[in-house]
RNA sequence: GGAGAGGUGGCAGAGCGGUUGAAUGCACCGGUCUUGAAAACCGGCAAGGGCUAGCGCCCUUCGAGGGUUCGAAUCCCUCCCUCUCCGCCA
């Protein structure tokens, strides 16, 4: 959510740099609601001191043991305008608040312009796309060579854009996110979290899914509904949602490994082919719980964290700089990690780094209080996968496979992987 | 699932329907004292919103939502959550 003074006092501006991100906001129409919401508020503000006082005054000359009839007559209709004023408020309210929470973040000042990925900006990249000597296989191939990855018995047990996974490749995936988690607590200084996977609305308004994209979850049909997590930045995040934080505590730094629940609803015949978008999947997810002034830096680091496991698995990989077209509903910045797929022959996003500013914190009602001024302050908040495990697999799969169809397991995998230097392939 | 207890400020914990936005303690901030610190003492200290150039004034908020009343933290209804005991269970 967006400073509400903000757009009181500076509602052109706002509409420019939301417009940036192909936002219409209706100037006028917001305006003249503005306006009606103050008007209403002090009416009902005076009628309620006006209420407040002559009940006060009754109450004293009771206590006299004076007669309050002719008080309570006066005090007459009173009520009845009260309520009416308050209801005509409340509408106002509801209004605007529908709008407030339909209204993207605004990018940050360092944001290229641009409408899509094409308008991205690399920033830096890191090794040398993976240079095969045979023509490379992608994932599904290898999957399929190690008897690894199946997409046909997934489809019948739960529909189109699931996946099987056995033996060595389903080991492989879970060392992946071992050694992620392990890496992020160990070098990083993050603090491991174990989380629902279902959550309730608010949870999924405070990050900014609701209400606005309520398609691309999946929703339980109990009551109250719940919903399937997209991802572990909802829980982890709203973890401090309507808390104060201690300043010493800061900046609070979350890692969790949880399996990712999307749609894809907007995502027909996209990615059809392969894990690399899937109903299911999992993640390791970075979140910091920042201050504002520390926010930037936080982001920076972030974003090496999680760097360093793509470094570490020795993976190829650029920047981006998301342009504001490409940008997340609540996100101010974003950096994607792509990591180059051989069976591609390109760069796909493996990881997005994100600072929301006090976007989030301010649909979660989340602060800290500043030992300077005593008061509480909005925390900036910052996420990003630390990586994907799925499109970690993939990337392993096709970087490392062999001419055969074997894989070659990164060394620092190996540990989790009871000393294998090899997935071979069945009966080798 | 059955029975009971409870949800109040950063935390703990009082609170007859009417100067209670809320006692008290802790924490925190400032001051006195001290070579320094601690202790002691004095003072301050909720959040959100509106109006104002500012001093400041006003409104709202005691789990959530309704209701009774001139007036609700206090009474009534519904819901949520927590705790204890029993049952069941990974």
Not at 103 to 117: F, I, K, T
Not at 193 to 199: D, S
Not at 211 to 233: C, G, H, M, N, V
Not at 378 to 400: C, D, K, Q
Request: charged share 30%; net charge negative.
């Amino acid at each position: 959510m967006l400073d509400p003074q903000l757009l009181r006092t500076d509602l052109e501006h706002v509409a420019g740099r939301l417009a940036m991100r192909g936002y219409h906001l209706d100037i006028e129409n917001y305006a003249a609601l503005e306006a009606r919401r103050k008007e209403l508020q002090t009416k009902t503000e005076e009628l309620q001191a006006e209420r407040n006082t002559r009940s006060k005054s009754i109450g004293q000359a009771k206590a006299r043991g004076e007669d309050i009839e002719p008080l309570l007559a006066e005090v007459g209709r009173l009520g009845d305008d009260l309520k009416a004023a308050k209801e005509e408020l409340e509408k106002v309210r509801e209004h605007l608040d529908h709008l407030a929470l339909d209204m993207p973040n605004l990018p940050a000042g360092q944001v290229p312009e641009g409408h899509d990925e094409s308008d991205n900006e690399e920033v830096r990249r890191w090794g040398e796309p993976t240079a095969l000597a045979f023509e490379p296989r992608d994932h599904v191939e290898i999957g399929e060579m190690l008897e690894g990855i199946d997409f046909e018995v997934a489809a019948k047990l739960s529909g189109s854009r699931f996946a099987v996974m056995a033996g060595d490749v389903a080991r492989l995936h879970r060392a992946l996110a071992q050694f992620m988690l392990d890496m992020h607590i160990r070098e990083h200084g993050y603090r491991e979290m174990y989380v629902p996977y279902l959550v309730l609305d608010s949870a999924m308004q405070g990050t900014g899914q609701l209400p606005k994209f309520a398609e691309d979850a999946f929703a339980t049909s109990d009551d109250p509904t719940r919903y399937l997590i997209p991802t572990a930045e909802v829980p982890l995040t709203n973890l401090v949602a309507d808390e104060i934080v201690d300043a010493d505590r800061m900046p609070l730094k979350f890692v969790a490994h949880t399996p990712c629940f999307r749609r894809e609803a907007g995502a027909y015949g996209k990615d059809t082919r392969g894990m690399i978008r899937q109903h299911q999947f999992d993640k390791v997810e970075l979140v910091q719980i920042a201050t504002a002034d520390t926010a930037e830096d936080c982001h920076e680091a972030l974003t090496g964290h999680a760097e360093a496991i793509l470094q570490a698995l020795e993976l190829p990989y650029r920047v981006m700089l998301l342009c504001a077209g490409d940008m997340g509903f609540s996100a101010r910045k974003t950096y994607d990690l792509e990591v180059w797929l051989p069976g591609q022959q390109a760069y796909r996003e493996i990881s997005s780094c994100s600072n929301f500013g006090d976007f989030q914190a301010r649909r979660m009602k989340a602060r800290w209080r500043n030992p300077d001024t005593g008061k509480p302050e909005l925390v900036h908040t910052i996420n990003g996968s630390g990586l994907a495990v799925g499109r970690t697999l993939i990337a392993v799969l096709e970087n490392y496979q062999q001419r055969d169809g074997s894989v070659i397991v990164p060394e620092p995998l190996r540990d989790y992987m009871g000393g294998r230097e090899r997935i071979p392939l069945p009966g080798d």
